[in-house]
């Protein structure tokens, strides 16, 4: 395995990614390389980029990208590093979680990603630094353990995985770097990472019938947008079931939802009548059909006083509980001691209210939890360039709580592109608006700003 020509083909990769030098005073980046023979002897043997401003000797500081060869035929360990002088330029950017969300994905079972990255006092777990696979350089890799945010054992830098792994650290650090100045260069590093970036595609729709199947009871949760409501209609008529709908709301009450009296209106004389409620109404149809699936949807099931409105029947969503030796009241007369078979409960849960009560662990335990996430969707009425931009947004500043609020992709549907500038004017602008006046995903305040001030020519500060 030649160094050189690894070098060679890193520094091609660069410039690949934008990072070609365009005149004497502008530099994208400094290369660094110390792998002379004496350095490949386990003392320290190392090359690559370090940030633009440093100098090409000595310690340095910043996000690096940093390799530890050998020329020995044995594993090298590519990294994202941190100089040992710590942040000067970058803590900010180590503090942004689409770094290192980024970077874990160009992660596998040989390598190791940090959980916070600026974060330069712990060192590599044994199971790195103590490698079979990096005894040759466990030394080299000691004097940099605790600097080394994210890192990967490449067997053969030069076969085709090798090098895919290299180029997509080189695509990494391009990323971080902004280096790309064009969409060639964008393209370019967007290819690079797309093989370690692609999702699973799923079909949400049989995991969350597989899994009604197995616990009766289950929650579908997620930001605005990623249709829940919808879902939950779609497995409904998957499993041909009778359907019964309700909708929480904070004035939401037992009498709403298992059973209360009303007035008789019609009467002359005042005198009230029963009302069972959605819940009463789901049960017995259960209970006098037997042979047919029931299912219970509740929207927006946070939005009332869970404790207030379940009351006892709250005790018969045990799951794989005995509960035949207890009877609970339904209504003055309908008792049971569970809940049938054929009766099962979808409720949504709309993660990016933050007015809403926070849901006890009593009920988390009796409910399977299934989180619906924005998603690309195939249709023609999809405008994905929309929504890819409003999520390399979240995906790069926001925490992992504030990426519950990233709109779904239900904002994104129009007939046209008028209907959709207005959707982004009077939907998604306002929205984000008061995310910020919150307090949330504020690290991406001058993103969304730049954004909405080019696209529909409105400023978030106006």
């Known amino acids: 395995m030649s160094i050189e020509n690894t070098r060679q083909f890193i520094r091609d990769e660069a410039e690949r990614f934008g990072a070609k030098t365009q005149n004497e005073f502008s530099k994208p980046y400094v290369e660094r390389n110390n792998t002379g023979q004496e350095a490949l002897k386990d003392n320290g043997a190392y090359f690559g980029f370090i940030h633009q401003e440093e100098e090409t000797s000595g310690p340095f500081h910043d996000f690096s990208l940093t390799i530890f060869p050998n020329d020995q035929g044995k594993p090298w360990l590519v990294c994202l590093g941190i100089g ?57 890799i000691k004097n940099y353990t605790k600097v080394l945010p994210a890192c990967q054992i490449v067997d053969d830098p030069e076969s085709e995985e090798g090098k895919k792994i290299i180029t997509a650290f080189v695509a990494g650090y391009a990323k971080l770097r902004d280096w790309a100045t064009n969409n060639t260069h964008r393209k370019a590093i967007s290819e690079a990472l797309a093989p370690f970036l692609k999702t699973q595609v799923i079909d949400e729709a049989q995991e969350i019938k597989n899994l009604l199947n197995e616990r009766k009871y289950i929650v579908l949760q997620g930001p605005p947008g990623t249709g829940k409501t919808r879902t939950a209609k779609e497995i409904a ?197 008061e995310y910020l006046q919150e307090g949330l995903i504020r690290n991406a305040t001058e993103e969304f700003n730049s954004y909405f001030t080019m696209r529909i020519n409105q400023s978030l500060f106006e």
């Open 84 to 140: 040992s002088n710590g942040f000067k330029n970058d803590y900010e950017l180590a503090n942004y979680p689409g770094l290192r969300r980024l970077f874990s994905k160009l992660i596998n079972d040989k390598g190791f990603c940090k959980s916070d990255f600026s974060n330069i006092e712990t060192s590599l777990p044994k199971d790195i630094s103590g490698s079979v696979d990096l005894q040759h350089i466990k030394n080299t």
């Open 237 to 433: 008529e998957k499993i041909k079931a009778k359907t019964f709908f309700t909708q929480f709301h904070a004035e939401t009450s037992f009498s709403d939802f298992i059973f209360g009296i009303r007035p008789e209106l019609n009467s002359k004389e005042l005198s009230y009548v029963e009302k069972p409620g959605p819940f009463t109404e789901a049960l017995q149809y259960a209970v006098k059909f037997p042979a047919e699936e029931v299912l219970l949807i509740i929207d927006e099931i946070n939005r009332a006083n869970l404790s207030n409105v379940l009351g006892p029947i709250f005790y018969l969503f045990e799951h794989k509980m005995d509960t035949a030796n207890v009877e609970i009241e339904i209504s003055p007369d309908f008792k049971i001691k569970k809940l049938p078979d054929n009766f099962s409960v979808i409720a949504t849960m709309n993660t990016a209210d933050r007015s809403l009560a926070v849901v006890d662990f009593a009920l988390r335990r009796r409910f399977a939890w299934y989180s619906l996430k924005p998603k690309e969707i195939i249709s023609k009425q999809f405008f994905k360039d929309e929504f890819s931009k409003i999520q390399e947004i979240f995906d790069w500043y926001a925490s992992s709580t504030e990426l519950s609020l990233q709109p779904g992709q239900g904002y994104f549907l129009a007939d046209s592109e008028e209907e959709m500038t207005n959707r982004i004017k009077y939907e998604i602008f306002p929205l984000i608006k």
